[in-house]
């Protein structure tokens, strides 16, 4: 097997660290840069292919409802969390949400009174955001990107930027389009964390070929920094992500067909249709590894975020460095957690 090219240092990565991971019949594997601390998978699939992947619609139905009812409380509750973070940085004020799916971020957002922006590259669902919430959507690569020029307070990518096949380059995008003093909010899988080396090609948020950029922790502060901002908080639990990305990979390990606890709580017609097939019988195994798995996904989660330092997930607050003097003052105000 030939080697890749990193496309964040320029390095040849000679040898996989994950090999033969079949979606659609295709075989995919993972190339990890020691340098920058980031994989990538290849083969990368071309824009075309990207297209095709993005294209069921899957952010589209039910008027910017996506899950059952009873998991879009949760959502809600999870989507305010993110905003009351973001809140304790910026007040108020104008922001970006790049890749913003359903657009139902934004939509709590705008009811507390900023003034909100979106990207998502699906065109389809750019316009269903549009239509849905009244947000001012676009769709396309950011060199087409009609936004003026440091105009944002905030700009958010959450789960976003490991989809993308050009990551720098949306970094300097963000750094253009923030004000002096903007704070940039990424959060990404993290591929070292104890979930990823346990599961490995069953971890859930592994989603290969859709993830074409795998981050540590480490990797993506690096990064980050690296394009001219400063970090001054790091999460590594998120209660919405860290517990089910170890539930559900316990269940794709213990031979569950893959994901499909999480295909249950999808609300789309093509969800029913993929678990239509599975007996009651089935689905009582499912319940019983459900009840067994649950307590102990919250315990791992909690012990590899808060003892190890190496969560399922990384979120990583930053600020412009041309002002940063005046907004938090030294160095010591870096906070992880």
Same mark, same amino acid.
């Given at each position: ?61 039910? !008027?910017? /409802? ?12 999870? /989507?305010?969390?993110?905003?009351? @973070? ?7 004020? /104008? ?32 316009? #269903? ?6 947000? #001012? ?11 003026? +020029? ?48 346990? +599961?490995?090609? #069953? ?6 070929? *859709? ?23 790091? @999460? /590594? ?16 390990? +213990? ?16 969800? !029913? ?32 975020? *808060?003892?190890? !330092? ?7 607050? +930053? ?13 010591? #105000?870096?906070?992880?957690?």
């Amino acid at each position: 097997m030939a080697g890749v090219i990193c496309k964040f240092c320029a390095s040849e990565i000679l040898a996989p660290s994950l090999s033969d991971i079949t979606f659609s019949n295709k075989r995919y594997s993972v190339f990890f840069c020691n340098k920058c601390k980031i994989g990538m998978t290849d083969p990368e699939p071309n824009n075309s292919q990207l297209s095709k992947l993005y294209e069921v619609g899957k952010y589209r139905e039910k !008027k910017g /409802r996506r899950f059952v009812p009873f998991i879009e409380y949760f959502i809600i509750a999870f /989507r305010h969390s993110r905003r009351r @973070r973001i809140e304790f940085f910026k007040k108020n004020g /104008r922001i970006l949400d790049i890749g913003c799916g359903r657009g139902l971020f934004l939509h709590i957002m705008k009811q507390h009174g900023w003034d909100v922006s979106a990207v998502e590259f699906d065109k389809p669902t750019a316009t #269903n955001v549009s239509e849905t919430f009244g947000i #001012n959507c676009i769709s396309g690569h950011p060199d087409l990107w009609t936004f003026t +020029a440091a105009s944002f307070d905030v700009i958010t990518l959450n789960h976003v930027l490991e989809h993308v096949p050009w990551p720098l380059e949306m970094l300097n995008k963000c750094n253009s389009l923030l004000k002096s003093g903007g704070l940039i909010v990424i959060s990404v899988p993290n591929f070292s964390s104890i979930q990823a080396s346990y +599961a490995k090609e #069953n971890w859930f948020h592994l989603d290969i070929p *859709y993830h074409l950029s795998h981050f540590t922790g480490d990797g993506l502060i690096r990064v980050i920094e690296q394009h001219g901002f400063k970090i001054v908080k790091v @999460r /590594r639990f998120d209660l919405e992500y860290s517990p089910f990305g170890w539930l559900q990979s316990l269940l794709n390990s +213990a031979g569950v067909r893959k994901n499909l606890l999480y295909s249950y709580i999808l609300d789309m017609e093509w969800s !029913k249709r993929l678990i239509k097939d599975v007996s009651k019988f089935y689905v009582l195994i499912i319940i019983f590894l459900f009840i067994f798995f649950a307590p102990i996904s919250l315990i791992l989660s909690l012990y590899e975020s *808060y003892v190890k !330092k190496r969560g399922g997930v990384t979120e990583v607050f +930053a600020l412009k460095k041309d002002t940063l003097s005046d907004i938090v003052g030294t160095d010591d #105000n870096t906070k992880i957690i």
